[in-house]
């Protein structure tokens, strides 16, 4: 049973870079698309991007060129950066496994949250 | 791409089935049968019940059914349990190879 394990700081100035890692037990990193979810605290859950293990990448447009996520084989881990933060990227983020052979998300980390103020 | 539309919230008696409906467009929902659902408990992380719009996961009671009608998705509770309230949210993969998700349902047992 693959799991998911979400690392980082807590607390992110505003105009700071958010940084975090998700790292990958019982199961391989290769062939899946590893995936970040936020949700603001009360609210309902956002797709922000994804990477595969062939580094292919694609992110939710709505997050411009803020967003950038990579992939490490070697450690089982893979990374999420948002670059200038504010209030409204407070949230609880989770790291999330792909289906490799559909398209849902079959397995979860259990969230860090994440709250941008000075 | 704007999230998919579900209602606020569900509710019903032990023992009755609701149905919580997903609607987006020809661009998503009606695209694909990529349509999955996840249920939340409060603190906890989502886990899916039902994805390609009617397939359980192992482990996933048999009271939760999944369809689709053109833009429209829906999922079927039956059988009301406590243990089923909780916030469902419904996603589905799009033309523009993204994720949306719809705002959630809150699901009430009186």
């Known amino acids: 049973q693959v799991q998911l394990q979400e690392s980082g700081p807590g607390l992110v100035k505003p105009s700071e870079t958010l940084s975090l890692t998700c790292t990958v037990s019982?199961?391989?990193?290769?062939?899946?698309?590893w995936t970040w979810i936020r949700q603001p605290v009360g609210k309902g859950l956002e797709w922000l991007g994804r990477?595969?293990?062939?580094?292919?990448?694609n992110y939710n447009p709505s997050l411009g060129s803020r967003l950038t996520m990579s992939l490490d084989t070697s450690e089982k881990q893979f990374s999420l950066k948002l670059t200038s933060v504010t209030a409204a990227d407070t949230a609880v983020y989770y790291c999330v496994r792909g289906n490799n052979w559909s398209d849902y998300f079959d397995s979860w980390g259990q969230g860090t949250l994440v709250t941008v103020s000075s | 791409q704007s999230a998919l539309t579900q209602p606020a919230s569900v509710s019903g008696s032990p023992g009755q089935s609701i149905t919580i409906s997903c609607t987006g467009t020809g661009s998503d929902v009606g695209a694909y049968n990529y349509v999955s659902w996840y249920q939340q408990h409060p603190g906890k992380a989502p886990q899916v019940v039902i994805y390609d719009v009617s397939n359980r996961p192992s482990g996933i009671s048999s009271r939760f059914s999944g369809s689709k009608s053109g833009n429209t998705a829906s999922l079927i509770i039956s059988g009301l349990q406590a243990e089923d309230e909780a916030d469902y949210y419904c996603?589905?993969?799009?033309?523009?190879?993204?994720?949306?998700f719809g705002a959630g349902t809150r699901v009430t047992v009186l």
């Open positions: 990477v595969h293990s062939s580094g292919f990448t």
């Open positions: 996603s589905s993969y799009t033309k523009s190879r993204l994720y949306v």
């Open positions: 019982g199961g391989s990193i290769n062939n899946y698309y």
